[in-house]
């Protein structure tokens, strides 16, 4: 419908430079991902664009967790961040400028969503990544909330609220800007990895040499 009365209106000008504008101006402005969603290729309950599928509605969750479980798990920060949607306030998070070698898994149910090896600094006030850890780790959505197209990011285990993804971030890799709430992610050292694996290698030589 805004197409057609921009086009009338369009047709009405008696200004050439008057009717380029007002039908070209438009469709530059509508370059992000979610405006270009309208014209992707339909599947089903998701669109497929450039950097894959961005769903209209949520997937169900590989895991559910009762409220009362999940509750049990969070802080009521973090509950509200990952089970309502919230945001946290910029600069405010406890990760953002975390640069130590490591991971950063799902507050909720742990699974690897990001690594620091593709953080980087966005000046945005929020964690940002330029791709997160594997394949399918994330699942995006398309969010109109506010009046303003987004696309939402959900961990693909959960459910969980994390964050959006936009298409300013570094040209050099992506060009993707994973933008992350702080209290959706919890993070494991590379170095706290290698030493649990170290221990675990540990005992079970002991364990062995008992058992011989």
């Known amino acids: 419908l805004g197409a057609i009365i921009m086009l009338a209106l369009a047709v009405r000008s008696s200004k ?3 009717v380029f504008l ?10 992000s991902a979610v405006d270009r969603l309208t014209s992707a290729q339909r599947m089903g309950n998701r669109y497929s664009y450039s950097e894959g599928p961005v769903y209209r509605e949520p ?4 895991v559910k967790f009762t409220d ?8 009521p920060h973090e509950y509200h961040i990952t089970q309502e949607g919230a945001t946290e306030k910029p600069g405010t998070g406890k990760y953002l400028k975390v640069t130590e070698d490591g991971v950063f898994g799902c507050v909720v149910c742990g699974n690897v969503l990001f ?17 997160v850890a ?7 959505v398309k969010d109109e ?19 959006h993804v936009f298409e300013d971030g570094p040209k050099k890799d992506t060009g993707l800007r994973y933008c992350i709430n702080s209290a959706s ?14 221990s675990a290698a540990c005992g079970n030589s002991k364990s062995g040499g008992t058992a011989g």
């Open 16 to 18: 050439p430079g008057l």
């Open 22 to 31: 007002r039908l070209v101006v438009p469709l530059l402005q509508n370059s």
């Open 59 to 62: 997937p169900k969750p590989r």
């Open 68 to 75: 009362a479980e999940l509750r049990e798990r969070l802080t």
């Open 115 to 131: 690594s620091t090896n593709k953080k980087f600094d966005s000046s945005s006030g929020w964690p940002s990544f330029s791709d």
């Open 134 to 140: 594997e394949k399918g780790k994330v699942v995006r």
């Open 145 to 163: 909330s506010y009046g303003v197209a987004r696309v939402e990011v959900l961990c693909a285990n959960c459910g969980a609220h994390l964050g």
């Open 185 to 198: 992610l919890k993070f494991k050292s590379k170095a706290d990895n290698d030493a649990a694996g170290s």
